[in-house]
């Protein structure tokens, strides 16, 4: 744009922008990872509302944004199959056995039956390596929606294939931040990868209002979950029911209760570390209970540049699949003929110890940031299984990341390998299960 100049802008449009049309005159291939999840599935209405933009539909040729490949666990193969049906795609895959593979090839043949399709028949794969083959199948972006550390090879592989990588799995940097940086590095585009976490992509777009050498801090909002202003004291007894009851966000059992302990928020700040190079000690947590905040950049003069929308994940999921460009109408606005009140408030280190506990890990590095996250969902499988108290689950990971440091399983960071994280991840549980079966004391 060129202040003060005579051009005007075209009124406000549900069409797409020249530049986003230019763009996908040409389909992009996309493989869908963790398809039949929150983030896959809304990947898909966000794929389909740009198909219906362009005049065309999400299965034909055409479509701007073409699904190729999708992938799932097996506990959805139904839905997995429904999805294929619905955009047509080459490849398929589970990471189920041979005879969900086969339930999966009978619920293909019947999806496309009750829509009144003939003769499709993609590909499947299964096993524990199916999402590694689907991130390998040929794309330009790869949407890695797969909870957990499992979905770093697939990350990986992605990289590695030349694929752009729109990542909403957060655990790939938490586990192989190392690994990925180098991945991302190698990568020959201009943009290998691109974050979907709404405080994530909120950063992103925050930071195109200055340069690197401007950036002061960043500053990570969270809702503060259903536990804002408890104590520690008022934590202990808390349930699992009460765990699971997020205020704003719609998520699957890890995740919700990983924000119920501010865990969540700790992995997304040493993701922030990996994923924009600024240091650890110039990441801040702000409690933002109205989620329209997702996250703000200050820079060096002072200013700080917030992005504001209503809590949904269709945005960020849309910028990811079509970054640096805004598909129109993907999402609501704020609406603000509204009086509306936002309140931030600093996070509860004492309540909520994660945020500093994995900055720590940070900066030792090499697997400890591994052994955080593999201790962290051991000890939550633990709480929901009535074994250990809600605080526990924290403090568990404190022990197993001590007992880590005196371990053989420590690499440094100038040593990783898939081989190395694996270990040391392998290490973590084992010691983490123990631990928590020994109920720790109260």
């Known amino acids: 744009m060129k202040f003060g100049s005579s051009a005007r802008l075209d009124a406000t449009s549900p069409a797409l922008t020249d530049t986003l049309r230019s763009l996908v005159r040409t389909p992009s291939r996309v493989t869908l990872l963790g398809s039949t999840g929150s983030i896959g599935t809304q990947a898909i209405q966000v794929i389909e509302h740009l198909a219906r ?30 999805q294929a049906v619905r955009v047509r795609a080459e490849l398929v895959a589970t990471s189920g056995t041979a005879q969900d593979a086969q339930r999966l090839q009978e619920y ?77 590095d190698a990568s020959p585009l201009e943009t290998p990868m691109v974050p979907v976490d ?38 202990h007894d808390v349930t699992p029911r009460q765990a699971l009851a997020h205020p704003t ?3 699957g059992l890890v995740v919700t209760t990983n924000s119920a302990t501010m865990v969540n928020k700790a992995l997304e700040v040493l993701e922030a570390h990996h994923l924009f190079g600024v240091d650890l000690d110039r990441i801040d947590v702000a409690v933002h209970p109205q989620s329209i905040v997702h996250s703000m950049v200050q820079f060096v003069d002072g200013a700080t540049i917030a992005q504001a929308s209503p809590p949904t994940m269709l945005l960020p999921i849309a910028l990811g699949l079509t970054w640096p460009h805004r598909i129109p109408q993907v999402a609501a606005p704020c609406d603000w003929t509204q009086a509306q009140t936002w309140t931030f408030e600093p996070l509860d280190a004492t309540a909520f110890p994660a945020v500093q506990m994995i900055k720590e890990a940070g900066k030792r590095g090499g ?29 568990s990971v404190a022990r197993v990341l001590e007992a880590h440091a005196a371990s053989s399983e420590v690499t440094a960071e100038a040593d990783m390998s898939l081989d190395a994280v694996l270990n040391a991840e392998a290490w973590a549980r084992a010691y983490a299960r123990e631990l928590c079966a020994t109920k720790m004391p109260s």
Request: no cysteine; aromatic share 6%.
């Open 53 to 82: 933009l362009a005049g065309t539909t999400v299965d034909a040729e055409d479509a701007p944004l073409k699904v190729t490949a999708i992938n799932a666990g097996s506990r959805s193969l139904e839905l997995l199959a429904q």
């Open 108 to 184: 293909l043949d019947a999806a496309a039956r009750s829509v009144g399709i003939s003769g499709y028949s993609p590909r499947i794969v299964w096993g524990e390596r199916a999402s590694v083959e689907a991130a390998a199948h040929p794309a330009d972006v790869v949407l890695n929606g797969i909870t957990g550390s499992i979905g770093l090879e697939p990350t990986l592989t992605a990289l590695k294939a030349g694929h752009r990588v729109a990542l909403a799995n957060k655990e790939s940097l938490i586990a192989g931040g190392p690994l990925v940086r180098a991945a991302v």
């Open 198 to 235: 709404s405080e994530h992509s909120a950063l992103a777009q925050a930071l195109a209002s200055g340069t690197d050498a401007e950036i002061d801090r960043l500053i990570l909002t969270a809702s503060g979950g259903p536990f804002r202003g408890y104590t520690r004291e008022m934590l």
């Open 249 to 251: 966000w719609d998520m």
């Open 367 to 395: 697997t400890f940031p591994t052994v955080f996250n593999a201790a962290n969902e051991e000890a939550v499988s633990a709480f929901h299984a009535g074994k250990i108290r809600f605080t526990d689950i924290v403090d």
